[in-house]
Every structure is written in structure tokens, then in C-alpha cells.
């Protein structure tokens, strides 16, 4: 059975800093490429940085030089380091991951950064 349990998120003031953590399960983890996206309420979906199994990592405009997307592979576990956050990052972060035939997504996150 296939898992990605997110975890880090919380409240924080403008400004400040969380680290998101997505544990995998049930799958090869190295083999995958894995991403973080966010849903704001009344918003799409959006991708905020994915990073692939090689380590080629591609960030969001709005993110780019804030957030860092790193992987171990040894723990199977995908990290996203958010800095300077502004209250506009407040939203559900759900990790996936994704190979050539499978997608998955982990149930989400919550993320509130007020101003």
C-alpha cells in the first residue's frame, strides 16, 4: 500500500520559517520523482517544486529563492524548506509522487501564515 504522510505544517507569522517533511511507503522512492503543490481556498491546485530522481530541482516563480526542495533518499522522505513566507503561501501543501506509469498524493498539509 502506497503512502506519502505529510507533515511540518502549522501557523506562522509573516516573515518566518517551516520545514514540510513527506514520508514514502510502498514504493521505490529513489525511481520517483517528487513534488510538493498547494490548494488555497476557491484556487486550483498549483505546483510548488518538484525535484527529480536525480536531483534536477524546478521551482515556482512565486517561490523561487524562498523555498528549498530536497530529497533522502535513504530515509525516503522529501523536504520543503519555506522562508520568508508571506501570507499569500498560506494554503493545503500535499506532496506527490510520480514515475512514468503511477501518481500518487498524500493527503495534505495546512499551511497559515498570517500577516
Known amino acids: 500500500q502506497v503512502q506519502l504522510v505529510e507533515s511540518g505544517g502549522g501557523l506562522v507569522q509573516a516573515g518566518g520559517s517551516l520545514r514540510l517533511s513527506c514520508a514514502a511507503s510502498?514504493?521505490?522512492?529513489?525511481?520517483?520523482?517528487m513534488g510538493w503543490y498547494r490548494q488555497a481556498p476557491g484556487k486550483q491546485r498549483e505546483l510548488v517544486a518538484d525535484?527529480?530522481?536525480?536531483?534536477?530541482?524546478n521551482y515556482a516563480d512565486s517561490v523561487e529563492g524562498r523555498f528549498a526542495i530536497s530529497r533522502d533518499n535513504a530515509k525516503n522522505t522529501v523536504y520543503l524548506q519555506m522562508s520568508s513566507l508571506k501570507p499569500e503561501d498560506t494554503a493545503v501543501y500535499y506532496c506527490?509522487?510520480?514515475?512514468?506509469?503511477?501518481?500518487?498524493w498524500g493527503r495534505g498539509t495546512q499551511v497559515t501564515v498570517s500577516s
Open positions: 510502498g514504493i521505490s522512492f529513489s525511481t520517483y520523482a
Open positions: 525535484i527529480t530522481r536525480y536531483g534536477t530541482t
Open positions: 506527490n509522487a510520480k514515475n512514468t506509469w503511477w501518481n500518487y
